[in-house]
């Protein structure tokens, strides 16, 4: 089984510092990676993709991919109370048309 | 453009009925997939569709069977519901490998 690891948290940070979630998988085949933002009480939803090693940035998001160590963090700068969430990592599980996820590291921003 | 859509948005069922869960999507993406995530726990495949005309199980399919309708539609179906099968249900569809997944609004089931 392909699989996705991520630390369970909770992730605590204060307003305004950054937060750091990583992820690590095993499937080499896996070209492109995902993070998904999950607030209680609903859905998935994408804030971030990455393909290629080395940093993309996206406002206060930068997802940095290291596809030697098979490995992808997710930093948050200026973090906010309402990023406060569930950050799910995924990976294509290749061969098998489907996203293998983590099981997601809960963030808690403190005012 | 609704993206990915789910029905019913809450189900409470006893034990033993059935129920469909239906799912449909208008980006024109070609695998659909069908979620349970239970309470702080992370999200877990059920059944998968790559294609239309094409089904396939994912980590815990026992009790429940799906249906590609169309290329839009995904529907699952409870045969004979549990209290086990309590839990939260979303359906997702991409477009195609090492793409990502959009996800509909999730149906909250609870089986007394």
């Known amino acids: 089984q392909k699989e996705v690891e991520q630390n369970s948290g909770p992730l605590s940070v204060p307003e305004g510092a950054i937060a750091s979630l990583n992820c690590t998988y095993s499937d080499r085949g896996s070209q492109s990676f995902f993070w998904y933002r999950q607030y209680s009480g609903k859905s998935p939803e994408l804030i971030m993709f990455?393909?290629?090693?080395g940093d993309k940035e996206d406002g206060r998001f930068t997802a940095q991919l290291n596809k030697a160590s098979q490995y992808v963090s997710l930093l948050i700068r200026d973090s906010q109370p309402s990023d406060s969430a569930t950050y799910l990592c995924?990976?294509?599980?290749?061969?098998?048309?489907?996203?293998?996820f983590g099981t997601g590291t809960r963030l808690l921003v403190s005012p | 453009n609704a993206g990915v859509t789910q029905t019913p948005k809450f189900q409470v069922l006893k034990t033993g009925q059935s129920m469909t869960l239906q799912c449909a999507q208008d980006m024109n993406h070609n695998s659909m997939y069908w979620y349970r995530q239970d309470p702080g726990m992370g999200l877990r495949l059920i059944y998968y569709?790559?294609?239309?005309?094409?089904?396939d199980k994912g980590e815990v399919p026992n009790g429940y069977n799906v249906s590609r309708l169309n290329k839009r539609e995904f529907s699952l179906r409870l045969e004979s519901a549990a209290p086990s099968q309590t839990s939260v249900y979303f359906c997702a569809s991409m477009r195609g490998p090492q793409d990502e997944q959009y996800f509909g609004p999730g149906t909250r089931l609870t089986v007394t």
């Open positions: 990455i393909y290629s090693n």
């Open positions: 569709s790559a294609s239309e005309g094409t089904t």
């Open positions: 995924a990976a294509p599980n290749t061969g098998f048309q489907k996203l293998v």
